[in-house]
């Protein structure tokens, strides 16, 4: 089990940005894909970015061009920078890991955080 935390979440109007950092606990975060998601009220979760080892990285089109999905070997974190954000932006984010390479459906990650919350107002 890989412990993750998550933080950066907030408050912000639109067109603005905010910048999500998870760090994981694991001795081997250089061999882990990590992936960010995304579930608002009453939704499905769904795939936001995510980042392979070797720093290939994959946007749902939603957050194509407005997102930027980043990894930290030597820190062991992951960051999603988040800009031109809309309200439909709004949701509890959660980041995930699996071994190597990313998938973009939640049902192949084992290990997620808590989340943390994107509120976007207009």
């Known amino acids: 089990q890989v412990q993750l935390v998550e933080s950066g979440g907030g408050l912000v109007q639109a067109g603005g940005s905010l910048r999500l950092s998870c760090a994981a606990a694991?001795?081997?975060?250089?061999?882990?894909?990590m992936a960010w998601f995304r579930q608002a009220p009453e939704k499905e979760r769904e795939f936001v970015a995510a980042?392979?080892?070797?720093?290939?990285?994959g946007y749902a089109d939603s957050v194509k061009g407005r997102f930027t999905i980043s990894r930290d070997n030597a820190k062991n974190t992951v960051y999603l920078q988040m800009n031109s954000l809309k309200p439909e932006d709004t949701a509890v984010y959660y980041c995930?890991?699996?071994?190597?390479?990313?998938?973009?459906?939640?049902?192949?990650?084992?290990?997620w955080g808590q989340g943390t919350q994107v509120t976007v107002f207009s």
């Open positions: 980042i392979n080892w070797n720093a290939n990285t």
């Open positions: 995930a890991v699996r071994s190597w390479t990313f998938s973009r459906h939640v049902e192949e990650y084992d290990n």
């Open positions: 694991v001795r081997t975060f250089s061999r882990i894909a």
